[in-house]
Nanobody
Framework: QVQLVESGGGLVQAGGSLRLSCVAS????????KGWYRQAPGKQRELVAA???????NYADSVKGRFTISRDNARNTVYLQMNSLKPEDTAVYYC????????????WGQGTHVTVSS
């Protein structure tokens, strides 16, 4: 199995910045997509940003221009730089990797809390 561990969440004031990290471990031959999702209380989980093996990126409209997803393939790591944070960005953030190891995998991290105060 592939395990993901997130870090970097916390409490920040509106307008501030945070950087989330997610590192994968286990038997991994290739990772097709690395993504960040979030789930606010009472809401469904939503895609925040994703990056493919070729480097193509995709962002939710609500975070475009404020968040940047990046990766370190050698370390099986993905980052989410979050700038100009807003109270509506408050949520639990999860990373997700899809790829191939001992068969196809679609793995999730345990989540990291981000709270933005107004």
């Amino acid at each position: 199995q592939v395990q993901l561990v997130e870090s970097g969440g916390g409490l920040v004031q509106a307008g501030g910045s945070l950087r989330l990290s997610c590192v994968a471990s286990g038997i991994i031959f290739s990772i097709n997509t690395k993504g960040w999702y979030r789930q606010a209380p009472g809401k469904q989980r939503e895609l925040v940003a994703a990056i493919t093996g070729s480097g193509s990126t995709n962002y939710a409209d609500s975070v475009k221009g404020r968040f940047t997803i990046s990766r370190d393939n050698a370390r099986n790591t993905v980052y989410l730089q979050m700038n100009s944070l807003k109270p509506e960005d408050t949520a639990v953030y999860y990373c997700n990797f899809k790829g191939y190891g001992r068969g196809d995998f679609d793995s999730w991290g345990q989540g990291t809390h981000v709270t933005v105060s107004s």
